[in-house]
């Protein structure tokens, strides 16, 4: 989130030596330097434009005396092989080069190239004293960073230049307005998905285009085919989703230079499947994505206006490039929640160890939780938070006495009210959690009733979350059918005669009617 907020305050601002600025004030929240630095390519010079560090055992260093040549030490060589480098002890480091007014000191560097498309158009340093100060993730966290910058600087670069040229300003100070609002739109996309939709509703938007199509390969070995499209019919949209072309004839077509290229009616005649129409002319702008995938925008306009528009192919390429970077910001975005969603389950089932049962049953219900809500239609957002309210409906348990939770036969009152504060203290435990945030309503609401004699706050029918309401029924039937310490396990039979019966007064009847309908088919794929 903090990225994404850093990347928007970057693609507000049209001065170079500013995004430097906020890039090392900013960069300070995420990463501990002692020392950060922002160069700009000049020809063959680095020329620093940002600067900002602790001095003291850095002697007389400023801004002044980091000037270097491409090639030339540490920053340099990032320049020079457009490679990031994590130098862990920079003192005895081959290439390093010394700056001049500094005493020899133990530190540690990462250089990360600022690149836009093939090209190095600048250099990101940060620096920090001792040895061994960094790793790979904040390598990974600075190239993320790195990539949004890069369309910053090269944008504000553009802005700059052509200002100054007032002859040909105009075509690309609107080629540099429409890229930095193509990429503010993109910023904000975190999923693949969300971000190939956005790339071919902007790109028709952008370039007048009568039609727009992403791509992509899922690896090197498997078909290209079909993410996103816009302005095609009913019937065409049918016809693409049924196309695909394997990786001999994707590099065929794709595997060239990353400029974009036109192909003529008579050229899409040639390839299986295109459009064959007569009256448009396809534009391609490869993509080269990462593990070797490969992937295009096609974009189809009447015959005549992409052939005659210069300006249309360059903000093609710019496009291309700014759709490149936001698709591998959401693979590393989901990375990342893949990550965090493994973390958390972890910690579900740490913090659970004391109650076997509540373990296996959180994940249980995940997994039938989500069947339910994808068939109830739920939205990407509600299926998410599904996912983790499922996760952690039980995790206020750990504020359960275990006398209580493992007590071998029924509640006293006094017991009951105890067990029944559950949910209010998970909502707590989840409450210092920015991430869960949407999550705390979901996990207090789990025990609500459809009738409102539920618990914690009587809420009852539409007031109860639909996460909720779908736990709450997953919740019941995975309780019934498995062993606890006051009573056996019901059959599956019974179990379902229950919740049937207990429809639009304890049930959500609705999400009743699914989950039987979906239970026979999970249960013989995951057994309670």
Same mark, same amino acid.
């Given at each position: 989130?903090?990225?994404?907020?850093?990347?928007?305050?970057?693609?507000?601002?049209?001065?170079?030596?500013?995004?430097?600025?906020?890039?090392?004030?900013?960069?300070?929240?995420?990463?501990?330097?002692?020392?950060?630095?922002?160069?700009?390519?000049?020809?063959?010079?680095?020329?620093?434009?940002?600067?900002?560090?602790?001095?003291?055992?850095?002697?007389?260093?400023?801004?002044?005396?980091?000037?270097?040549?491409?090639?030339?030490?540490?920053?340099?060589?990032?320049?020079?092989?457009?490679?990031?480098?994590?130098?862990?002890?920079?003192?005895?480091?081959?290439?390093?080069?010394?700056?001049?007014?500094?005493?020899?000191?133990?530190?540690?560097?990462?250089?990360?190239?600022?690149?836009?498309?093939?090209?190095?158009?600048?250099?990101?340093?940060?620096?920090?004293?001792?040895?061994?100060?960094?790793?790979?993730?904040?390598?990974?966290?600075?190239?993320?960073?790195?990539?949004?910058?890069?369309?910053?600087?090269?944008?504000?670069?553009?802005?700059?230049?052509?200002?100054?040229?007032?002859?040909?300003?105009?075509?690309?100070?609107?080629?540099?307005?429409?890229?930095?609002?193509?990429?503010?739109?993109?910023?904000?996309?975190?999923?693949?998905?969300?971000?190939?939709?956005?790339?071919?509703?902007?790109?028709?938007?952008?370039?007048?285009?009568?039609?727009?199509?992403?791509?992509?390969?899922?690896?090197?070995?498997?078909?290209?085919?079909?993410?996103?499209?816009?302005?095609?019919?009913?019937?065409?949209?049918?016809?693409?989703?049924?196309?695909?072309?394997?990786?001999?004839?994707?590099?065929?077509?794709?595997?060239?230079?990353?400029?974009?290229?036109?192909?003529?009616?008579?050229?899409?005649?040639?390839?299986?499947?295109?459009?064959?129409? $007569?009256? /448009? %002319? *396809? #534009?391609?702008?490869?993509?080269?994505?990462?593990?070797?995938? +490969? !992937?295009?925008?096609?974009?189809?306009?009447?015959?005549?206006?992409?052939?005659?528009?210069?300006?249309?192919?360059?903000?093609?390429?710019?496009?291309?490039?700014?759709?490149?970077?936001?698709?591998?910001?959401?693979?590393?975005?989901?990375?990342?929640?893949?990550?965090?969603?493994?973390?958390?389950?972890?910690?579900?089932?740490?913090?659970?160890?004391?109650?076997?049962?509540?373990?296996?049953?959180?994940?249980?219900?995940?997994?039938?939780?989500?069947?339910?809500?994808?068939?109830?239609?739920?939205?990407?957002?509600?299926?998410?938070?599904?996912?983790?309210?499922?996760?952690?409906?039980?995790?206020?348990?750990?504020?359960?006495?275990?006398?209580?939770?493992?007590?071998? $036969?029924? /509640? %006293? *009152? #006094?017991?009951?009210?105890?067990?029944?504060?559950?949910?209010? +203290? !998970?909502?707590?435990?989840?409450?210092?959690?920015?991430?869960?945030?949407?999550?705390?309503?979901?996990?207090?609401?789990?025990?609500?009733?459809?009738?409102?004699?539920?618990?914690?706050?009587?809420?009852?029918?539409?007031?109860?979350?639909?996460?909720?309401?779908?736990?709450?029924?997953?919740?019941?039937?995975?309780?019934?059918?498995?062993?606890?310490?006051?009573?056996?396990?019901?059959?599956?039979?019974?179990?379902?005669?229950?919740?049937?019966?207990?429809?639009?007064?304890?049930?959500?009847?609705?999400?009743?009617?699914?989950?039987?309908?979906?239970?026979?088919?999970?249960?013989?794929?995951?057994?309670?």
């Amino acid at each position: 989130k903090m990225l994404q907020s850093l990347a928007g305050k970057l693609n507000r601002l049209n001065n170079v030596r500013e995004i430097g600025t906020v890039m090392v004030n900013e960069l300070r929240l995420l990463i501990d330097y002692h020392n950060c630095r922002v160069y700009f390519a000049e020809g063959d010079d680095l020329v620093p434009v940002a600067f900002k560090g602790t001095l003291g055992a850095y002697g007389e260093e400023n801004v002044e005396n980091l000037w270097c040549k491409v090639g030339e030490g540490i920053t340099g060589r990032a320049a020079a092989t457009g490679k990031s480098l994590l130098i862990n002890d920079a003192l005895h480091c081959e290439f390093a080069a010394d700056v001049p007014g500094t005493d020899d000191i133990d530190e540690s560097i990462i250089a990360v190239p600022l690149c836009y498309g093939s090209r190095v158009i600048g250099v990101l340093v940060i620096s920090k004293l001792g040895v061994d100060q960094f790793d790979e993730d904040d390598v990974r966290l600075l190239e993320v960073l790195a990539g949004h910058a890069s369309v910053a600087l090269e944008n504000a670069r553009l802005y700059e230049s052509q200002r100054s040229e007032a002859e040909n300003a105009k075509d690309s100070l609107e080629i540099a307005n429409a890229l930095l609002e193509v990429s503010r739109e993109l910023a904000t996309a975190e999923t693949l998905d969300e971000v190939v939709t956005r790339v071919v509703e902007l790109t028709t938007r952008t370039l007048g285009a009568t039609r727009a199509s992403v791509w992509l390969q899922e690896s090197e070995v498997e078909d290209l085919s079909v993410r996103a499209m816009h302005g095609h019919s009913d019937e065409e949209r049918e016809r693409l989703r049924g196309l695909s072309y394997g990786p001999t004839t994707t590099r065929q077509l794709l595997d060239r230079p990353a400029e974009p290229f036109l192909l003529s009616p008579d050229e899409l005649g040639t390839i299986d499947g295109a459009y064959a129409g $007569g009256d /448009l %002319t *396809f #534009a391609v702008a490869p993509l080269k994505l990462d593990a070797r995938r +490969l !992937g295009c925008i096609a974009v189809g306009a009447p015959v005549g206006e992409l052939e005659s528009s210069e300006r249309k192919m360059r903000l093609l390429a710019g496009l291309a490039h700014q759709a490149k970077l936001a698709i591998a910001n959401a693979g590393s975005f989901q990375s990342l929640e893949d990550t965090f969603l493994s973390t958390i389950e972890a910690l579900a089932n740490a913090l659970e160890a004391n109650d076997a049962y509540t373990s296996a049953h959180a994940r249980w219900i995940k997994e039938m939780a989500l069947g339910v809500g994808r068939e109830l239609g739920l939205d990407a957002k509600s299926l998410k938070r599904l996912e983790l309210g499922a996760i952690f409906h039980d995790i206020g348990k750990i504020g359960i006495p275990s006398s209580v939770l493992a007590k071998p $036969g029924p /509640l %006293t *009152f #006094a017991e009951r009210e105890v067990m029944e504060t559950h949910p209010e +203290l !998970g909502e707590k435990i989840l409450a210092p959690i920015a991430r869960l945030h949407d999550v705390r309503e979901v996990v207090r609401h789990c025990h609500e009733r459809w009738d409102g004699t539920g618990y914690p706050d009587g809420m009852e029918g539409e007031q109860i979350p639909i996460e909720s309401r779908v736990i709450f029924v997953c919740d019941a039937f995975h309780a019934m059918t498995t062993d606890r310490p006051y009573r056996p396990r019901l059959t599956v039979d019974e179990a379902s005669r229950r919740l049937h019966e207990a429809s639009g007064t304890q049930f959500d009847p609705r999400v009743v009617d699914i989950f039987l309908r979906l239970m026979p088919a999970a249960l013989s794929a995951h057994p309670v």
